[in-house]
T-cell receptor
């Protein structure tokens, strides 16, 4: 069985400050891990994915995530938030059927 | 342009009236799936298909049917919709299985009264 927990339902930052969205997972196998972003009234778009290569994964729009097996975490970070980053973010674990986290809403203040 | 399309984008219907939401992809992907998104619950998989004529249940299949007669199409069928199926539905496709990036359609907002 697998599960994924996004530790914050909302994260609020000021423009230009760092972003940290936290994700913990559990899986019986070596799963694939993803972060997707959903802008208002849009479908989901892949930010980045981990598939057992490098543990630090770089994605689009300056986002990156680090896979830490010992902590079963896959936190998403960005050094400097932009207003356009305001969106819903989903962490996904998949060893067969993908399991989505409940989402973290990122709010960016000017 | 590579894309996943869904129709209709918005649908209001009444309890018990059969409906179909279509999904089509033009990327020759083998894997397709349907999700529903509800506030506070994230996305939950309804059904998926590994290839033509191969479909399987996801986490929340009750009340839904699918078919995969052609590689590009994966319609979602609600034989007798109920109000608890009011939700935002997404179709997605990927080259092979769920370990690959999924490409999502724009969503279908369904209201059942």
């Amino acid at each position: 069985a697998q599960s994924v927990t996004q530790l914050d339902s909302h994260v609020s930052v000021s423009e230009g400050t760092p972003v940290l969205l936290r994700c913990n997972y559990s899986s019986s196998y070596s799963p694939s891990l993803f972060w997707y972003v959903q802008h208002p009234n849009k479908g989901l778009q892949l930010l980045l994915k981990y598939t057992s290569a490098a543990t630090l994964v770089k994605g689009i729009n300056g986002f990156e995530a680090e896979f830490k097996k010992s902590e079963t975490s896959f936190h998403l970070t960005k050094p400097s938030a932009h207003m356009s980053d305001a969106a819903e973010y989903f962490c996904v674990v998949s060893d067969h059927i993908p399991t989505f986290g409940r989402g973290t809403s990122l709010i960016v203040h000017p | 342009e590579a894309q996943v399309t869904q129709n209709p984008r918005y649908l209001i219907t009444v309890t018990g009236k059969k409906l179909t939401v279509t999904c089509s992809q033009n990327m020759n992907h083998e894997y397709m799936s349907w999700y529903r998104q509800d506030p506070g619950l994230g996305l939950r998989q309804i059904y998926y298909s590994m290839n033509v004529e191969v479909t399987d249940k996801g986490d929340v299949p009750e009340g839904y049917k699918v078919s995969r007669k052609e590689k590009r199409n994966f319609p979602l069928i609600l034989e007798s919709p109920s109000p608890n199926q009011t939700s935002l539905y997404f179709c997605a496709s990927s080259p092979r299985g769920s370990s690959y990036e999924q490409y999502f359609g724009p969503g279908t907002r369904l209201t059942v009264t």
